[in-house]
């Protein structure tokens, strides 16, 4: 197994959809984390689980829904999204209390939002 | 707060030149640094890192020195090919803080053959 995968890698939903974005990570880590990447625009971080607990949400907006079930486990629940959140989504996952805290990032969910 | 900047880019090249991409950075304390590459499709992949002041990270040809009097992390590289062409993004992570990294808008870099 890899180290950080994501599933679906592609997804085309209309504004009226639910759909849920899922990352698996089989690396030991405790801390996992959600970005977005648009196009011509800096990463954005979303979300951070730490220990199963979110520690973090940058502002996002609440048509996004994280879920940590477990610490190899994150979801990202969508429901009536708009054509702006159309982006690259990218999981990561690290083991936060390490030094460098590298971080370990999954292959991207593509998502189009018609 | 820290902050990452990083030049515009994107750079073009020809395949065997010399590659630099500046990083410069603001953070209170002393702060771990990176260096990420993402390959067409793809996700982020570290490439380099350094954790204290006057270290150097190398990997895969690419090099990078941490420079506390300059606060610069500057990527090099002496000859590149066209396998290189991807976004480079300079990160880094202050020490005692959650863990968080924090990301350069990133440099896209394109070799020509």
């Known amino acids: 197994e890899t180290g950080v995968t994501q599933t679906p890698r592609h997804l085309v939903m209309g504004m009226t959809n639910k759909k849920s974005l899922k990352c698996e990570q089989h690396?030991?880590?405790?801390?996992m984390y959600w970005y977005k990447q648009s196009a011509k625009k800096p990463l954005e971080l979303m979300f951070v689980?730490?220990?199963?607990?979110?520690?973090e949400n940058n502002s996002v907006p609440s048509r996004f829904s994280p879920e940590c079930p477990n610490s190899s486990h994150l979801f990202l629940h969508l429901h009536t999204l708009q054509p702006e959140d159309s982006a690259l989504y990218l999981c990561?996952?690290?083991?936060?209390?390490?030094?460098?805290?590298?971080?370990?990032f999954g292959p991207g969910t593509r998502l189009t939002v018609l | 707060g820290d902050s990452v900047t990083q030049m515009e880019g994107p750079v073009t090249l020809s395949e065997e030149a010399f590659l630099t991409i500046n990083c410069t950075y603001t953070?209170?304390?002393?702060?771990?640094l990176f260096w990420y590459v993402q390959y067409p499709g793809e996700g982020l992949q570290l490439l380099l890192k350094?954790?204290?002041?006057?270290d150097k990270g190398s990997n895969k040809g690419f090099e990078a020195t941490y420079r506390k009097e300059t606060t610069s992390f500057h990527l090099e590289k002496g000859s590149v090919q066209v396998s290189d062409s991807a976004v480079y993004f300079c990160?880094?992570?202050?020490?005692?803080?959650?863990?968080?990294?924090?990301f350069g808008k990133g440099t896209k870099l394109s070799v020509k053959p």
């Open positions: 990561a996952s690290s083991q936060p209390d390490r030094d460098s805290n590298e971080q370990f």
């Open positions: 690396l030991g880590h405790n801390a």
């Open positions: 689980y730490n220990f199963k607990e979110q520690t």
């Open positions: 953070a209170t304390g002393y702060p771990s």
């Open positions: 350094a954790t204290k002041a006057d």
């Open positions: 990160a880094l992570k202050d020490r005692g803080s959650q863990g968080n990294l924090i």
